[in-house]
């Protein structure tokens, strides 16, 4: 007990004491460290940390959906793909890693995507004319296949 009070005092009454003394108000905090601030940080353009990590996250998730897209569009040509590529075989003949070569070769030098040269290929072998850049480029590439292995 106090001597003069008559009360107790405890550690946790001091400590709590402390505390409250030491405390800044709410409004004393949210003056000196604005919201979204760590000790009134700021970036380079004058955006707090939480404006830059809300950025950041939104890139992201951007380049996210962009690969998913991506994916998909690889998954849906693959089977095409994969059927162009027995097809150069057969022509060719040649192995699936030559026949991987052949159609890059061919999309590259008519200047037309891979997964569309696949299928200009696969629809020409069900009576749909090639289209003729697509057609001279896989002729040449087909040329190289067999003089190479003579």
């Known amino acids: 007990m106090g001597a003069a009070t008559g009360s107790v005092r405890t550690s946790v009454d001091r400590a709590r004491r402390r505390a409250t003394a030491a405390a800044p108000s709410r409004a004393e905090s949210a003056a000196?460290?604005?919201?979204g601030t760590r000790h009134g940080e700021r970036g380079e353009?004058?955006?707090a940390p939480a404006e830059r990590q809300r950025e950041q996250l939104r890139e992201?998730?951007?380049a996210?959906?962009?690969?998913?897209e991506q994916l998909r569009q690889a998954s849906a040509s693959r089977p095409?793909?994969?059927q162009a590529r027995g097809m150069v075989m057969a022509l060719?003949?040649?192995d699936?890693?030559?026949a991987w070569w052949v159609l890059v070769r061919v999309s590259q030098h008519s200047n037309v995507k891979l997964r569309r040269v696949a299928g200009a290929l696969v629809a020409g072998a069900e009576g749909t004319p090639v289209p003729e850049p697509v057609r001279k480029a896989l002729a040449a590439?087909?040329?190289r296949v067999r003089t190479a292995s003579r």
Request: charged content about 20%; proline content about 11%; glycine content about 4%.
């Open 80 to 82: 095409v793909i994969d």
């Open 92 to 94: 060719a003949p040649c």
């Open 45 to 47: 353009h004058g955006e």
């Open 141 to 143: 590439a087909l040329h």
């Open 32 to 35: 000196r460290h604005p919201p």
């Open 64 to 68: 996210l959906r962009t690969e998913v």
């Open 96 to 98: 699936a890693q030559t």
């Open 60 to 62: 992201q998730v951007e």
